[in-house]
């Protein structure tokens, strides 16, 4: 089946890269700006608890390396356990001045990192109605990716296996269905666990909106390789999808067919 190329548009931005980048656990900032510029990203996570924003601050903080004029800023909620935290964050995040964007995690559990969905669905709501565009991170339950929806979420970000892990897509089965949802409206973005190029081609083979990455590429051997090779495997899992798959079949089908040989 092939799909219809439908453009990536995010709290009202129309963007050509399908590819988000965090900042966390880069060993140098310059080693973090190489990153950014080789996987041609448009988005950039920053974790506003880990940033000093004073104005009188004795070296430069992450913000202060990015091109803001081409770089859509997304201040996250990363660390925050509790709604309230969240929700603090967020409102420090959007009295830098710099935007209004904000990817919203409440973590429930400190040893796997998964979200609390029911606290994330109640944050989305809140920041919606004070005119946040909120990105949310979430589990790859569709019936929560639909009440994201229902309370103002501009993405839905469901992982792809715990955050950090590598691991990948271990089940396809969750965000698949999201994607498949008539109901989720709005772009859907594969955030956590991502942990080599072909695991990007993957999420975006089955039709996901973008993806998010951090540490695969924060902690690879070399970032700035790392992430043009997953900007291709973005890229190509793309236009996979666009293609159309064949189907999957039980048995053989011979690429030369016997019917139509003019040689017997």
Not at 133 to 141: A, G, K, S
Request: aromatic share 4%; net charge negative; with cysteine.
């Amino acid at each position: 089946m092939i799909h219809e190329d439908k453009p990536l548009v995010i709290g009202g931005k129309t963007l050509k890269s399908r590819f988000i980048l965090g900042t966390g656990k880069y060993d140098m900032h310059e080693t973090m700006v190489k990153a950014i510029e080789a996987s041609a990203t448009e988005i950039v996570t920053v974790a506003i608890r880990r940033i000093d924003i004073s104005e009188d601050r004795p070296e430069k903080n992450i913000i202060d390396y990015l091109d803001l004029d081409r770089i859509q800023l997304l201040p996250n909620t990363a660390g925050c356990y509790t709604l309230e935290d969240a929700l603090r964050v967020s409102r420090l995040a959007r009295g830098l001045g710099i935007t209004n964007w904000i990817k919203l995690e409440v973590i429930g559990d400190e040893k796997t990192l998964l979200p609390d969905v029911g606290a994330t669905i109640e944050g989305t709501k809140i920041l919606t109605d004070e005119g946040f565009i909120v990105l949310p991170y979430t589990n790859d339950d569709p019936i929560a990716a639909r009440k994201l929806v229902e309370a103002g979420a501009a993405t839905v970000m469901p992982l792809a296996s715990p955050i950090g892990s590598g691991h990948g897509l271990i089940d396809f089965s969750g965000i698949k269905l999201i994607i498949e949802d008539p109901a989720i409206t709005v772009p859907v973005v594969v955030d956590a666990g991502l942990g080599v190029p072909s695991d990007a081609a993957q999420a975006m083979e089955l039709g996901a909106d973008a993806v998010l990455v951090n540490t695969a590429i924060a902690e690879a051997g070399d970032p700035e390789k790392m992430a043009k090779g997953f900007r291709l495997g973005v890229e190509a899992g793309r236009i996979g999808y666009l293609a159309g798959r064949i189907e999957k079949k039980v048995y053989a089908s011979a690429s030369s067919p016997m019917a139509g040989r003019v040689n017997e």
